[in-house]
């Protein structure tokens, strides 16, 4: 087992103002990392700023912008990338969406891991960086009420590991991981579908996460698992589902 040692090196967290991407990155920066946080909220960014003070610089950027990508790598260089960005789908059953709203999470969540990904790939990185990008338990159990939304995180996976392979066949050492987290009312995103499953399922939230998922999962859990992948190198599996539990390698 190799444990990476953060201090003195960068890291680029996508969707930092608020949810998981916030907690990624005071887990990273209490590590020793040197954060790089965009998003679109620049009080919300200048908050964190605030927090995490030196250790912290604020990009506010949409990241659904593709020149976003080949700045953001070109200026900072990180050895570390968490591609955790994501839209949050409207909700409807299929025949209330319309394609737009169906598309919601490949317009940002995708088009944005495949944007960052090329980068990284092209670039390259520096032997020894990892990146780590969101994907979702959806990608595996599916969500109905939320359009493209598991199509959109299964393909999140896939790329990610099409990355991998690819910098093998390039020889390429640049570790990519994907990881699964599971529903949580944590954040804003999950508290509107705990909320929704929960009364598809005719549970209480509290009934639902117990016997869904075993549990409420914390987002500085999230913060902390996805940092524990980042920096130790005997992660070797292309995607992780992350629960109260920790870590688990998807097969
Ligand atoms: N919560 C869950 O239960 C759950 C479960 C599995 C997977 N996930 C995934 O985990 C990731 C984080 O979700 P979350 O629950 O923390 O959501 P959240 O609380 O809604 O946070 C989403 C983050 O993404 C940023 N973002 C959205 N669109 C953006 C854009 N166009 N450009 C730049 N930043 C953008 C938001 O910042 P601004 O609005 O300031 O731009 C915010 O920081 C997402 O990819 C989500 O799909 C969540």
Do not use: C
């Not at 965009?38 to 610089?57: H, I, M, P, S, W």
Request: glycine share 10%; proline share 4%.
């Amino acid at each position: 087992m190799t444990i990476r040692q953060l201090a003195g090196t960068t890291a680029v967290v996508t969707g930092a103002s608020r949810g998981f991407g916030r907690a990624i990155a005071v887990s990273l920066v209490e590590r020793g990392a040197h954060v790089v946080g965009v998003a679109r909220n620049e009080e919300l960014l200048a908050e964190l700023k605030e927090q995490l003070g030196d250790a912290f610089t604020p990009e506010v950027a949409d990241v659904a912008d593709p020149t976003v990508a080949t700045r953001l790598i070109a200026d900072y260089r990180p050895q570390t990338v968490v591609l955790n960005a994501g839209a949050t789908p409207p909700v409807g059953s299929l025949r209330e969406q319309t394609w737009e709203m169906f598309s919601t999470n490949w317009n940002v969540d995708v088009q944005h891991v495949f944007n960052f990904t090329r980068e990284i790939l092209t670039g390259p990185l520096d032997p020894g960086s990892v990146v780590v990008s969101l994907s979702s338990g959806a990608a595996l159990a599916g969500s109905p009420l939320s359009g493209g939304y598991a199509g959109a995180k299964a393909t999140i996976k896939l790329i990610s590991s099409y990355a991998g392979l690819e910098a093998q066949r390039l020889g390429v050492d640049i570790r990519f991981v994907s990881v699964l987290p599971q529903l949580t009312p944590a954040t804003g995103l999950g508290k509107i579908y705990t909320e929704r499953y929960a009364a598809m399922a005719g549970m209480s939230e509290a009934q639902f996460l117990e016997g869904r998922f075993g549990g409420t999962l914390s987002a500085e859990q999230v913060g902390e698992s996805i940092t524990d992948l980042a920096v130790d190198d005997s992660y070797t599996h292309p995607a992780y589902l992350v629960g109260t539990t920790g870590l688990q390698s998807v097969e």
